[in-house]
DNA sequence: GGGGATATTCCAAGAAATGGGGATAGCGTC
DNA sequence: GACGCTATCCCCATTTCTTGGAATATCCCC
């Protein structure tokens, strides 16, 4: 395919995964021992970037898909310093599954032949769908993510916004304590404590989406 | 491409749609009202099925994929009775964005060809993609973003992990006032009032994202 | 050297969220 | 009819967050 390196990963800390999770790739072991040791599997700015497509992406559109930080360019200088030169990833996302993600990378200095995006895009795709299988990943997706009622998913839609829960009472028509009550039964169902984690899990799973937040 | 009919959406309720979604399709029009009229844009079993891949699937695969109700079987018939044979669904999926899938179909009693998976892998992937940039699903307005500072980032993703100001500040190694202080600066910088939208807002940007946040 | 951004710590008052109890009513299932 | 789920309302105590101030010190850039 024209290409000289791959990597298959999910996106979590290898030093401490815990769950199923798949990893192959054939970078230098430098590279890995580096990527490790500074934790980046959970915030890589390739792997940050897999979080905002639907296909494939060159490494070149990465800085108009996320905000790249000074740390993102060290990453990234790094990488090409170890000799991994322009990358093309696809994206491998499940509502309520661990993130993942396909990778091909030419060499530092190459260029990578646009011919190949589709095939990277089909090989790169069955290939995570694949290892997605073998790794029993899948039995941990939206099987168990937990299902609100229609006025759980209000309150925490509305609590995603930033209202307060006196607010949303107002918004609902309803009292302030049936708000409290329906989003203390939100986060026993999500397990979680805080309204921050609660709006972050609700938008992970694909119970609301920053459309719902965020318009107007 | 061998198929008869296509169908690209998201997975709304197109009754009640209020913000940006995409439907296309040239199925017939007795099915769409059908579909609609019953709210299946959010249940319908191939829609279902496809939150639980990343890449396509052959509709006679479903029964293995999601618990197949009766209901979802009463609908797979309605379907065949209209026309709509045997298909092969892309499923789309972007952390906090509306689900979307883009689906192929022969007639009924008609065999799909498989020779065309791939194929429709592709074209139906980016064919999503691109419907998703036109309809402002997804904005990139990444060059109007607030920038925040390092030990700020580190707050925040602390406090959308579901963590306290008292408890980020042993992670952090910094006194209990400098985490509030950080996060004050942070939500005067986005223009927000509370640490959930905060959340929000910074994984929206890019500035964080879910693998950084969910372990899992 | 001055200006600006950053990181750090501290105080205090009030608002808001959280966790623990309750209760009533309707609706559908078994 | 008992049971479970849902939606609605209420109380309380405690914790946490938010907002308004304040102060140092470092670092980089001009």
Known sequence: MGVR???????????????PAVRVHNYPPSWQEW???NGLGKCDPIHRASHRATVGFAWSEVPDMIKMTPEDRFVLDQAYRIGIGDGFTIPASVPGETLGSCSFAVGAGE????????????VGGFAFEAARRLSGARDFGIANTPILTDRQRDCVLWAARGKTDWEISVILGVGHET?????????????????????VRALFDGLISF??????
Do not use: M, T, W
């Open 5 to 19: 390196y791959f990597a298959l990963s999910h996106h979590v800390d290898f030093r401490q995964a815990n769950g």
């Open 35 to 37: 990527f490790d040791a």
């Open 111 to 122: 260029a990578f032949p646009a011919e190949f995006h589709f095939v990277c895009q089909l």
């Open 179 to 199: 708000v409290i009550q329906h989003l203390k039964h939100a986060r026993e169902r999500y397990g979680v404590q805080k309204r921050a984690l609660l709006a």
């Open 211 to 216: 459309s719902d937040i965020l318009k107007r």
